[in-house]
Nanobody, 125 residues
């Protein structure tokens, strides 16, 4: 069983920055690929970014590429999403997710089996 707890969301003006954090339970965090997803009101959940279990491979959705950085600290069981140049369309609930079944040092857009409860990000214009 893996528990994920997100934090760091809030209200920010367009052009501002936020750093989301996700704390994971468990002794095998370094074996998990991790991802960030988001869901805006009335829309489906969408992939934002992923990071491999070593942290050596990172992946981004086109709409955040160049504006966001995903990172992890395996010693602390933490994964982060630094978001810059935020836009009103970035407003959503952001979820942290773990893929505990990965067999390689990569992070796919699907296959995540544990999810956090989400943290709200609101970007005002």
């Amino acid at each position: 069983q893996v528990q994920l707890v997100e934090s760091g969301g809030g209200l920010v003006q367009a052009g501002g920055s936020l750093r989301l954090s996700c704390a994971a339970s468990g002794r095998t965090f370094s074996r998990y690929a991790m991802g960030w997803f988001r869901q805006a009101p009335g829309k489906e959940r969408e992939y934002v970014a992923g990071i491999s279990r070593s942290g050596g491979n990172t992946y981004y959705a086109e709409f955040v590429k160049g504006r966001s950085t995903i990172s992890r600290d395996n010693a602390k069981n933490m994964v982060y999403l630094q978001m810059n140049s935020l836009k009103p369309e970035d407003t959503a609930v952001y979820y942290c997710a773990a893929d505990t079944t990965t067999q390689s040092d990569t992070a796919y857009r699907r296959g995540y089996d544990y999810w956090g409860q989400g943290t709200q990000v609101t970007v005002s214009s």
